[in-house]
């Protein structure tokens, strides 16, 4: 689903060298292939891989102005022209998934990669993947605790600063001739700073999630900045390409983010009275960046048109992941099962069961086995960690409700004889 869909089309016009001529079209991007179409005919006139891409260039002649020329590794170069909205904008996109596509393959095809894809790899990848995504969520977890623990360093606060309130007003209720009159309690409010000094601390403590290469288009603005989108555990971050952070979006602060396409996302942030803050995200690794959104923004994401078929996908990941390992362990139980019922058939048997015992082999090898049992181990190492902070949580959210109650009830009765003061 991923490789056929189309992450940009661009309104142009593209040389046609064998008959010399300009030909007006659309360019289309796929995630590992560059299209032009003709708008008369409907004919594909060009279509060529990422991966065979050798040069990218913004030039002009005197006969061609505002030009972009893709060049490929077989000497054969594109021209196309009158690119809309504007040539840097067609040109920061196409280099920027060139680039992520020579990171991501060096050396190599993405066609011809996926060829030698063993069973054995699949499987790995899809469980590193779900480790992965394990690890953000036990990270967000732990996040989450920590600000429960600062809700309880605020209620201890509240009830030293209460105690105090209680001592204050009960020396303003005491009579003139009470004889310990005029004494002030000043021990808990020495402690103050220590605790404003260990909250505000805790603040600074964060954790990156994933930070990933991007094409940044503020709000309805036509251009586009390379940048970097950084997913933290108590916002998000939009920086350009020197580090220097455009945007920071705190996680109350979002109001929506809208999946346009797998590569493609929107993030707004609501005002009342002035503009809406709005930056629209284009990335090679937006896939790998939108599960986290969808864990930390469950609420406020929505996916549109283009993007449900891989919102479907990604919410069955299990039924993914079954067939993965039916077909794996179904290959190693006809290895087993193979050589046996051979033999019962009668000649010939032997051999045909070797060949499938080595056909087998190459599905899952045995390092490949190794490493699966490592992620598993990993990933109940996880699962464990997870279940018991849940659980911590659990303890400290019943805490949290009773010292709520029993504040507020304190304070209600310290009103109500602030009032009496008065």
Known sequence: MNVDICIHAWPCSYYLNTEKRWVSGRLSLTPIVVRFTADKTGELLVSFHLSSISEIKKESSSLIFSSLTILEKENTKHWFSSLQPNRNVVFNILEHFWREQLLSCPGAGAQ???????KGKELTGLLSASQKRMEDTTKVLHYQGEQFDNIMKGLNKIDSEMDVTDRLLTELESPSWWPFRGKLWKGPLE????????????KNQEGVLIRIPVIITLGTNSNVMPGKFTLLVSGLEISDCNSQVIHRFELKDVDDIKVHTPYEISIRQRFIGKPDTSYKLLSAKMPEAIPILEMQFSKKIQFLEDALGFAGAR??????LGNSIWQAATGRIVSVVQPGSSSEGGGGGGGGGQAQLQKQKQIMSESETQELKQILKKLKSLAIETDTELERQDEVLDVISTSVD???LNIDKQNRRMKKLT
């Not at 011809?112 to 063993?118: K, P």
């Not at 402690?191 to 805790?202: C, H, T």
């Not at 919410?315 to 993914?320: L, R």
């Open 112 to 118: 011809a990669d996926s060829l030698h894809t063993t």
């Open 406 to 408: 029993q504040t507020t």
């Open 315 to 320: 919410k069955s990941p299990q039924a993914d």
């Open 191 to 202: 402690a103050k700073p220590k605790e404003e000094a260990a909250i505000s601390g805790s």
